[in-house]
């Protein structure tokens, strides 16, 4: 007979009554009558009471059968219901696993059933594999997004009722969760199967490509179907191989489509910039519509790259001029962006640069209109600035502040700093100016200077002191790009001393601080022009002194003149031969006299050329007083004895050279105010015509200014000053031969061209043809020898 202890005795491999926390076991033998404690074992035949407190039981075994049953319906599709509840299921799972302890059976069942189930869903799968358009393509797609989302539900649910299972069995052996142990099965069975792949793969590309042949950008039903791929594709961890996929794919699409339309717009460019642009925005929309927002720029980039690889080049140097010259900055713009991003700046700014080359050497070659050649520099240059400061910029670098430099700014919020003009298109505007004002040489910075010159003549009228500033400053900015700086000197210094001596300058103070920049700025030579400023200060003090000597109503307080020293001057000519009227003659001489009696040993050069005089003209409408240059004045005097005089006749009278004769009856009698009359009528001045004195002349203002030659720089003075240029370059390389050589003592003849070069080029650029021809010359003049064994070997002549 087996006692009661022996049936409650448990096997050792049990966990007995432990798997059930809430159970006590309490056993009461029966108390004896006659006995105040309880005996020390139960006497036979004696009942024994067992009172269970908790859950209740059965100890039946486990219902393997069914659990494995209802895992293979749960993983089979268009099952209908389980043969036991969800609630017996999780039991069933509680008892194998925790109880019987038989978790790893039910775990390689579980497995088995998985891999069943898995290859179930890709049979089916490959059997429908007819993917040939568009809505076989979806039909298909739909089909896996459905085969992984029922997958998907139904492992979630296995993880719900086999939850025993996750955390009893597989924490105890670290065995993969039910839920890695059925994706990893998945993605061996489905993602790993190449047949499978190939017809997703297929199947997007078909749906892809289908609308972009079209030129949509996304149906409703791929709007539908590729976010859901996509979202169980990150699901199982494989969205990585599609978006890579998807890239490839987009790139070969692009460069094909390249191909195709570089051909159809080869005449075009501008077409297909256009045709890249569009397939760009409609593919960004694309991505934003269908892929995660991390794919959107590497698809973006893939698209961009595709269309441009190896059309940059074409496309910036057949648009970028178009673009430029009729200010279409989004293009240009655009075209920024998009060749920045597929690594193509450099092409960019070569055309850029290039173009702009091209413009400057047009407008200097172009001979015709040399007077209008500096606006149209100007215009040139600030076109091209402001479109590389609204369309050539780089994206800002943010560095954030540093905690310590944050706190130290009460209030400081962090702000994205602005774009900034790419520094190599600022460059190339500067090579392309400098490099196009090497086409015709010694042009640019005489035209230059003239500017200058119409603007200080002009002055600032109803602008602002800033604007004028700003005004001379761009036309300042242009003499940066030339390397004949000595030209642009001599031009400037012959102008101003023509507006000081004119008295045309319509503001000293500008006058000075113009000088004072060229000076400080550009070049210590300038220092001359102040000179000029002081010699006008002394000829003033010079002539109140005169003028003291004489009565008030004297004749002689009419003269003026300004004594200047020629050193301190660049404007100076021979005089040029002219009879003056006697009583002008006789002024003349009495100064010449009191200057000649206060200096002796000093000699006046008069300067006609920029001599001026006031006339009264009586004419029927009035007096007036007219402003004349000192030729033009001669001439109107004339009149005073003769109603009307020939050309040859006047010609006779004034001695004057035949050009400037011509030039200054044509500002008399051919211009806007003409106090004479030609006969015959006409613009040019011929041997057989006649003048006659316009009594009818009219003008509003009582002080009438005429234009004269004077004003103007004439070819002539021009070639005149070019020929003085030539001497001083020739003079200056002389200088610097010698003065290197007699601080090399010797010198190899090609390194004494370069240093010639280098000791001179902040005035001008020699020819390297000109420094041998002067090289040559301090040979001949024995400066420099050569050496008799070695020719290229130059030495220096004490």
């Given at each position: 007979m087996t006692s009661v202890l022996q049936l409650l005795t448990l096997p050792a491999n049990s966990n007995g009554f432990t798997v059930l926390p809430d159970l006590i076991a309490d056993i009461q033998p029966r108390r004896d009558s006659a006995a105040d404690s309880f005996s020390a074992a139960p006497r036979a035949n004696q009942p024994v009471k067992i009172r269970v407190v908790g859950s209740s039981h059965r100890t039946k075994g486990p219902k393997i059968d069914k659990l494995q049953q209802c895992i293979r319906l749960i993983l089979t599709r268009d099952h209908v219901g389980l043969p036991a509840p969800y609630e017996a299921v999780y039991s069933d799972c509680f008892s194998a696993v925790c109880v019987m302890n038989k978790g790893e059976d039910r775990y390689e069942v579980l497995k088995q059933e998985l891999g069943v189930s898995v290859s179930r869903l890709s049979a089916e799968l490959l059997s429908e594999t007819e993917v040939h358009d568009f809505?076989?393509?979806?039909?298909?797609?739909?089909?896996?997004?459905?085969?992984?989302?029922?997958?998907?539900?139904?492992?979630?649910?296995?993880?719900?009722?086999?939850?025993?299972?996750?955390?009893?069995?597989?924490?105890?052996?670290?065995?993969?969760?039910?839920?890695?142990?059925?994706?990893?099965?998945?993605?061996?069975?489905?993602?790993?199967?190449?047949?499978?792949?190939?017809?997703?793969?297929?199947?997007?590309?078909?749906?892809?490509?289908?609308?972009?042949?079209?030129?949509?950008?996304?149906?409703?039903?791929?709007?539908?179907?590729?976010?859901?791929?996509?979202?169980?594709?990150?699901?199982?961890?494989?969205?990585?191989?599609?978006?890579?996929?998807?890239?490839?794919?987009?790139?070969?699409?692009?460069?094909?489509?390249?191909?195709?339309?570089?051909?159809?717009?080869?005449?075009?460019?501008?077409?297909?910039?256009?045709?890249?642009?569009?397939?760009?925005?409609?593919?960004?929309?694309?991505?934003?519509?269908?892929?995660?927002?991390?794919?959107?720029?590497?698809?973006?980039?893939?698209?961009?790259?595709?269309?441009?690889?190896?059309?940059?080049?074409?496309?910036?140097?057949?648009?970028?001029?178009d673009y430029l010259d009729s200010k279409d900055f989004k293009k240009l713009e655009s075209m920024n962006r998009l060749f920045s991003d597929a690594e193509g700046s450099k092409d960019i700014c070569d055309a850029f640069k290039n173009h702009v080359l091209k413009s400057v050497q047009t407008i200097v070659q172009d001979q015709a209109a040399d007077d209008t050649m500096v606006q149209r520099l100007l215009d040139c240059h600030a076109l091209a600035r402001s479109t590389i400061d609204a369309c050539f910029l780089r994206e800002p670098v943010y560095v954030p502040e540093t905690q310590s430099q944050a706190s130290s700014k009460a209030g400081s919020t962090s702000m994205v700093p602005a774009k900034l003009p790419k520094q190599e298109f600022v460059y190339a505007l500067s090579d392309a100016f400098a490099m196009g004002f090497k086409v015709r040489r010694n042009k640019p910075a005489e035209m230059i200077a003239r500017h200058l010159d119409k603007l200080m003549r002009k002055g600032q009228g109803a602008m602002s002191d800033v604007a004028f500033n700003a005004l001379l400053e761009r036309a300042l900015r242009l003499y940066r790009f030339t390397e004949d700086k000595d030209v642009f000197r001599k031009f400037y210094l012959r102008a101003l001393s023509k507006r000081l001596l004119l008295e045309k300058s319509a503001s000293h103070d500008f006058e000075a601080a113009v000088l004072k920049k060229l000076k400080e700025e550009y070049d210590p030579e300038f220092s001359m022009g102040g000179e000029m400023f002081s010699d006008l200060d002394l000829s003033?003090?010079?002539?109140?002194?005169?003028?003291?000597?004489?009565?008030?109503?004297?004749?002689?307080?009419?003269?003026?003149?300004?004594?200047l020293k020629e050193s301190a001057w660049p404007y100076s000519q021979e005089d040029a031969t002219l009879i003056l009227p006697p009583t002008m003659q006789q002024e003349r001489n009495a100064f010449e006299q009191y200057y000649k009696d206060k200096h002796s040993g000093r000699k006046l050069s008069w300067q006609c050329g920029v001599a001026t005089a006031t006339l009264m003209g009586h004419f029927k409408a009035g007096v007036k007083e007219l402003s004349v240059s000192l030729y033009q004045a001669v001439i109107l005097l004339l009149f005073n004895g003769a109603s009307e005089l020939s050309f040859s006749e006047i010609k006779e009278e004034t001695k004057l050279e035949d050009v400037l004769l011509r030039i200054t009856l044509q500002s008399l009698a051919c211009g806007k105010k003409r106090v004479l009359l030609k006969l015959p009528m006409g613009r040019d001045i011929n041997d057989g015509d006649a003048f006659r004195f316009n009594d009818g002349f009219t003008d509003p203002r009582p002080k009438v200014h005429i234009n004269s030659i004077q004003a103007k720089i004439s070819e002539g003075e021009s070639k005149q000053t070019q020929t003085a240029i030539d001497g001083e370059r020739g003079a200056q390389l002389d200088a610097a031969i010698v003065r290197i050589m007699k601080s090399k003592k010797e010198m190899v003849y090609e390194k004494l061209v370069n240093a010639v070069i280098d000791a001179v080029k902040n005035h001008f650029t020699p020819d390297v043809k000109t420094i041998k021809v002067r090289i040559d010359k301090m040979i001949e003049q024995e400066y420099v020898r050569r050496d008799d064994d070695k020719p290229q070997m130059l030495f220096y002549v004490a």
């Open positions: 809505n076989s393509a979806g039909k298909w797609i739909e089909s896996f997004v459905a085969a992984c989302q029922w997958f998907e539900t139904q492992v979630a649910l296995l993880q719900s009722l086999l939850t025993y299972l996750d955390q009893v069995y597989v924490r105890r052996t670290q065995v993969p969760t039910i839920h890695r142990l059925a994706f990893s099965i998945f993605a061996r069975t489905i993602f790993e199967n190449p047949k499978l792949m190939d017809i997703l793969r297929n199947s997007v590309l078909t749906l892809i490509q289908a609308e972009r042949a079209l030129g949509r950008i996304v149906s409703d039903k791929t709007k539908n179907l590729l976010p859901a791929l996509i979202s169980h594709l990150y699901t199982h961890n494989q969205y990585s191989v599609f978006e890579e996929y998807y890239c490839d794919m987009t790139r070969q699409f692009y460069e094909t489509d390249s191909r195709e339309h570089v051909e159809k717009f080869k005449d075009n460019a501008k077409l297909y910039f256009d045709h890249v642009q569009s397939r760009i925005e409609k593919e960004v929309v694309r991505s934003r519509e269908l892929l995660p927002v991390g794919s959107w720029g590497i698809i973006r980039d893939a698209t961009v790259k595709a269309l441009l690889k190896g059309r940059m080049q074409w496309i910036a140097r057949e648009t970028l001029g003033r003090d010079m002539m109140a002194e005169y003028h003291s000597k004489f009565p008030y109503d004297s004749e002689k307080q009419k003269l003026q003149v300004m004594v």
